[in-house]
């Protein structure tokens, strides 16, 4: 059983940021005369003749750390690059299409530019002796002009995929792709390192579901009891780690992050709902726990990670109590605090935690009032104002926060703000000549970038996101958008295998449509019981929808199980509802 804290952990609080962020051990990283992404940089480096040296750093990152406190304090380093470079310091999560762009396969990210942002070398951690004689080769390279790469125009980076059309083969070869990947005698997909891969387990438990093949099941079953008996779960404060260094899952990787715990609450309670197993409710419920001491305020806001701390880690409860815990991004991450929202909107049902649920509200009503501008979308949230208007993924995930919202809830306000952030980001992202969406609005793209299509993962969710709206408000002209992204991301899917779990998740939703759990009625107390079964189901696509008017009409509480086409049941009776959608019962769950 997890020790938990009564109090929110304040000794995990990072202070305000500054311009740049580096590790928190002592280092000497801030001599180099960093600048940030921009014009200022690049026209430096034409002016001057020099080749950019651009770090793509993490604050949850231990390399990118260990970086700080050897070569970029390295004097002989910090000196070449202050003399024969123009320094570039950017944090991934804070410009994602940044590092979508140069990551050369982890962080940190070492990389080398030319004054128009095309690539010269990189590479990811260099150790001190290799960092100088690396800086002193490109930059001897850079001057006498032996390495340069020509300007190409985006369709010769970004070809557009060759759209094809939409069968339920896709998801099944997704499916096989999965449990050819599955490392049976372990658990998880591959070999070290190990990744959560959240998608990936809710898609298998999906097409479990769908399917009956009991191979999804243990495959999902089997990784998640590997991964909480392993050492990714922390058995003392809660929540997971980010991966394993080894197949076995015995080695950790100490940062904690929102994204990766955000989704194995969901996965927990999909699973729990098809196995009954209890070690898969009350680790969703530790989870979401440690999730609101930690990684938020406990009021409104969501934050994207907690630091790696080996040593910290490696203590007992009591030893822990005695040191400041590893520091908290307190960066509010908008696509990663919608989805959280959306995690605890289930779980606060589910698991009947009305301040979960409450919390979810109250970070969607935040990022509206302090995230959203009319005209410029949403935008990330730091140091008392947003920053970094225009990134699809932002609008996209909070347009499914609210659609969440309102199918809890049945408020008219999530729907229509949900509409609101669908529209504007078919006017600002989407490339009519691809059919695709861009990753960032053409006016908000960085100096040195160019206008790409989303990663397959970002068009699926926004797929997703049409084909919600769709269920809700019964309007088609969504369901067809939602196809032509997705027949021309269909072009994308092959070469992103196991990673293509998200595509064929939307498929999946597209051709087979959703379950509809329709509530309403009173009294409230029944109203809600239903929902809480909707919740606990395993039925893959259900999508509750309960009245607003709950509680409030003289009116018999009842529930409606419908396709878009059809109802095939109406009852006012809890247990039927439970037998009808495979959910546990209340007092199976053990919930109170």
């Not at 997971?240 to 080894?246: K, L």
């Amino acid at each position: 059983m997890i020790a938990m804290k009564e109090e929110k952990s304040e000794g995990a609080v990072e202070s305000p940021s500054p311009r740049f962020r580096f590790s928190p051990r002592p280092n000497l990283a801030h001599e180099i005369a960093w600048l940030p992404w921009g014009e200022e940089a690049f026209a430096r480096a034409e002016r001057e003749g020099k080749a950019v040296l651009l770090s793509i750093s993490a604050v949850w990152c231990h390399w990118c750390h260990v970086m700080d406190e050897t070569s970029y304090s390295d004097h002989t380093v910090i000196d070449l690059i202050n003399r024969r470079f123009v320094p570039v310091r950017v944090d991934s999560d804070r410009n994602p299409d940044i590092n979508r762009r140069y990551n050369q396969g982890g962080w940190p990210t070492t990389a080398f530019l030319d004054p128009r942002g095309a690539l010269l070398a990189g590479a990811t951690y260099i150790p001190p002796e290799a960092m100088r004689t690396a800086l002193q080769r490109v930059a001897e390279l850079y001057s006498q002009h032996d390495i340069d790469i020509a300007a190409q125009d985006a369709e010769t980076l970004f070809p557009t995929p060759r759209a094809g059309g939409l069968d339920l083969g896709m998801v099944e070869e997704t499916g096989a792709q999965l449990l050819r990947a599955w490392d049976r005698p372990f658990g998880g997909l591959g070999r070290e390192p190990k990744f959560p891969q959240t998608e990936a387990l809710a898609f298998a438990l999906d097409l479990y579901a769908d399917e009956a093949n009991p191979e999804y099941l243990v495959f999902a079953r089997t990784t998640l009891e590997a991964m909480i008996g392993g050492h990714l779960l922390d058995d003392v404060e809660g929540g997971f780690f980010r991966y394993s260094t080894t197949r076995d899952w015995s080695v950790p990787h100490y940062e904690k992050m929102l994204a990766d715990n955000a989704g194995l609450i969901n996965v927990l309670l999909k699973a729990y709902g098809l196995s009954g197993a209890e070690i898969f409710r009350r680790t969703a419920g530790e989870t979401a726990a440690y999730v609101f001491r930690v990684l938020s305020d406990g009021r409104s806001r969501f934050f994207g990670s907690q630091d790696a701390d080996e040593g910290y880690y490696a203590l007992n409860a009591g030893d822990r109590a005695k040191l400041s815990a590893p520091p908290v991004d307190r960066t509010v991450y908008t696509d990663l605090a919608a989805r959280a929202a959306v995690s605890f909107l289930l779980e606060g049902t589910a698991l009947q935690r009305e301040e979960h649920f409450s919390l979810a509200l109250a970070a969607l009503e935040f990022l509206w009032s302090e995230s959203f501008r009319s005209g410029e979308g949403m935008a990330h949230y730091h140091d008392g104002e947003p920053h970094r208007w225009g990134l699809l993924d932002d609008g996209v995930e909070t347009a499914l926060a609210f659609l969440a919202a309102f199918g809890y809830t049945g408020e008219a306000a999530y729907l229509e703000k949900a509409k609101i952030l669908l529209n504007h980001s078919s006017e600002n992202h989407w490339d009519g000549n691809r059919s695709l969406f861009l990753d960032a609005a053409p006016e908000h793209i960085l100096p040195g970038l160019q206008a790409q299509p989303a990663e397959l993962g970002s068009q699926s969710r926004a797929a997703e996101a049409m084909l919600l709206y769709w269920v809700f408000s019964g309007e088609e002209e969504w369901r067809r958008r939602a196809g032509e992204v997705l027949s021309t991301a269909s072009g994308m899917a092959a070469a992103y295998g196991i990673m293509a779990a998200p595509f064929a998740s939307a498929v999946n939703l597209y051709l087979r449509g959703p379950l509809l759990v329709k509530i309403s009625g009173s009294p409230e107390e029944t109203a809600r019981s239903f929902l809480r079964l909707a919740a606990l189901s395993p039925r893959p696509r259900l999508v509750p929808m309960i009245s607003a008017e709950v509680g409030r009409i003289q009116e018999e509480a009842w529930a409606e199980v419908c396709t878009m086409d059809s109802c095939r049941l109406r009852t006012s009776e809890p247990e039927v509802l439970a037998r009808d959608l495979g959910a546990i019962g209340e007092s199976e769950s053990g919930v109170k």
